[in-house]
Every structure is written in structure tokens, then in C-alpha cells.
């Protein structure tokens, strides 16, 4: 018994030493003076804005990684790291495609550094650069519109200057929008001009590393005019009624109500203003499934209609200051719209949209965002107003939840359109 306790005493010994040696391996400071050995490079292979180096580690027991610096054209040193795991480190941040020094050295846990290896680089284009070629600049309804592609989704931030007449004077504004998408549109609004006044549009590019592309115009742009549609006319037909062999979903479950759809007024989390499929939206018959469902409008009188702007429901509270349902479950993600031709008596689809889920927002930014509503066009890549038609069709077809592909959105709160008074 006693040879089992000293053995057993003897392994937690031996445990804590190798503790206490690993521990020091990721100390982050002591006393040795000693740098670790160069690092030798065996390769870089040139990224879009960066490079990749490829290298030997020098064999040092407390060597705690590899470092890069270089310094732009402004005077700003920027630093990467890789720890001693690593046998590549990527740099970013150079501006052009010019070349560049780098500097690579091993550095130790005592705050040692190696001697500097000095690294001649040519990058590929950068990021940014390459997204300011691709912007392209848009007329919308009292609006305008950027398109842009990033396929290397790196951070860049888009500075738009835009001036206009207004009160006898001209205006100039700044709008900066940040982004990583891989295609982005941004939306430049609540521009009322006169048919003869125009906007005139600029851009420029900029990264995260001080880079930045001299403004780009885009020329003088006429928007378009339209007026919300008023609803005082509108209805809605019974349950389950057809319109063109296709029926009106039921939505007065539960606390939902179909009319509160069209009052103008939106959920706020205390008022309970929005519809409730309880799973009997497709036909009004819970049986057959709750989506697609769709939620048909009689305008009172004959539009043209240039776009939407749809409103979740929110239930997040009586403070309104947190997020609560917006972009997720039980409101719709994806939809389609319709117009009906008198002549042939069947439905037109004029577009399909996915409502985009914001990213990195606060709570009570989320809330803003879901008050302010959600705008497509009819015809997004190409602003124009629908032909002329009496009823629209609002066709839900997914959720938010599982990346748009559940068939759980129950709730809406309100439709809005906009358009002109067919003639």
C-alpha cells in the first residue's frame, strides 16, 4: 500500500513539473536576453492587397511567433503576426501594385526579435480598387441607387458626394456606407426634385488600412416620381375567396387581424398591428401547409405601381428598444409580387425579393430599421412603374429562418406601395 501512495505521489510530481513547463512556454516575459535565430523564407505567393509568406521557424524553446511590417506611402506602419504554430503569414493593406518592403522576424517570449529579413512583394489589385471599378450608379423613385461587387469580401467603406438644387441653392452631402458583401446595393433617399433637376453623384473607395481612390463621377442623374398609394380605398376579400383560381390566406388567428395590413399603422411590440396566419395560410385550411400564402388587394382604383415597402411584425416589447422578431422567425423573409391583367384575367408576377438580414446592429437598431419598413421596387435592376392594374398580390414564400428556407412566417404587419394614378 505504501509503494502504490509513493508511486502515485511520485506521478503528480512529475505532472506538475511538465505544468510548470508548458506554463512557461506561455509566459510573456522573463529574462532571457537571447533573440531567437532569422527566419528563412521559402516562399511568397502574392494575394489581392497582400502577400503570403511561407518560412522555416528558427528553433528557440520559448519562441512565441513570427511578425511582418511595412509601412505605405502615408507613413503607417501596419503589423501582422502568426504564432510559432504557423508556417505562413498573410499580410494586407498594401494600396497598389507596387512593390513593397517587408520586413519578417521571429520574435520570443521575452520580447527578444530575430534579426529583420527583408522581403522585396508586388501585390495583386486590392479590394478596394477593384469594388470602386464596379460601382455603378442608379436613378430610383425620388432616389438614387449604387451597385457594387466585392468578390474578395473585404471591408470597404464607399464614400458617396452628392449635390442638388434646394431652395435656390445647391446642396452637397456625404453618405458613407461600410460593407463586406460580395454584391451590395445601397440606397441614397428622400430626394424630392423637380422634373428638371438632377443629382449629381461622385464616388470614392476606401479600406480599412488608410488606402483610398480618388473621387470617380458618375454623372448628373433625373429621378423618378411617385406618391404613396392611399389606402382609404382599399380592400381585401374574404378567406379563402379566389381571385384568378388563387385564394386570399387567412389571417385573423390568434391575435392577428388581415386588416390591420393595410391601416397604416405598424406593429410596435404593444399594439398587436399585424396579421396571424396560425399555420392556415395557404388556403385558409391547416391541412395543406401554411406557405406560400398570399394576401391579395383591390386598390380602389388603377395605379401604377413602382415599389413596396413591407413592415414586420415586431413584438419586442412596450420600451421598443429591443430587437424582438424583426428579421427572424414567424416574419416574412422572401416574397413575390403580382398585378392583374383585366384582358387576360390571370396574375403577372413582376418581381421576387429576399429582405436582407442586417448585420452587426444594436438592439434599438434593429428596432429603427424595422420601423422604418423594408423598400423594394417593382423592378429593382431597372426602375420603372408596373403596368396598369386595379389588384396586387403579395405572395409570402419564406421565412427568415434557416437561411430563408423554413416555412414558418406566420406574421405580417403592414403593406405599403407607391406608384401614380393610371391615366
Known sequence: MIMKNQLIITLLILMLVAACKKQSRFETGGSDNTPPGKVTLKEYKPLFGGARFFYTVPKDEDLLGVEAV????????????????????????????????????????????????????????????????????????????????????????VYVEYEFPQG???????????????????????????????????VKVGDIYGNITDFIDKGSLSLYDDIKIPKQAWTIPNPNDSIGGVPMMFGNGLEGRSLKVIDDIIDRGDNLNFLHTQSRGRTGKSANGNMPWNFIIDLGDYYEISRIVTHQRHSGGLANVSRGQYYRTENVGRYRTYTWNDTTSEWEQVMEYQIPVPAGLTELEFVKMGEAGDMAYMYPDNPKYTKRTRKFRFEAVKGFSGNYTLDDANCLSEITLYGKKSQ
Open 168 to 202: 435656390g441653392t445647391t446642396r452637397k452631402l456625404t453618405t458613407v456606407f461600410s460593407s463586406n458583401q460580395p454584391a451590395d446595393r445601397r440606397f441614397i433617399s428622400d430626394l424630392y426634385l423637380a422634373s428638371n433637376e438632377q443629382v449629381k453623384v461622385k
Open 70 to 157: 511595412y509601412t505605405n506611402k502615408n507613413g503607417q506602419s501596419f503589423k501582422f503576426m502568426a504564432s510559432y504554430f504557423s508556417d505562413s503569414l498573410d499580410v494586407y493593406g498594401f494600396g497598389s501594385i507596387d512593390e513593397y518592403n517587408v520586413q519578417l522576424y521571429a520574435v520570443d517570449r521575452s520580447g527578444n526579435k530575430s534579426d529583420v529579413l527583408d522581403v522585396k512583394v508586388v501585390p495583386l489589385e486590392p479590394a478596394y480598387t477593384r469594388v470602386a471599378k464596379t460601382i455603378q450608379a442608379k436613378a430610383g423613385f425620388s432616389s438614387f441607387f449604387l451597385d457594387w461587387q466585392n468578390e474578395l469580401k473585404q471591408n470597404v467603406n
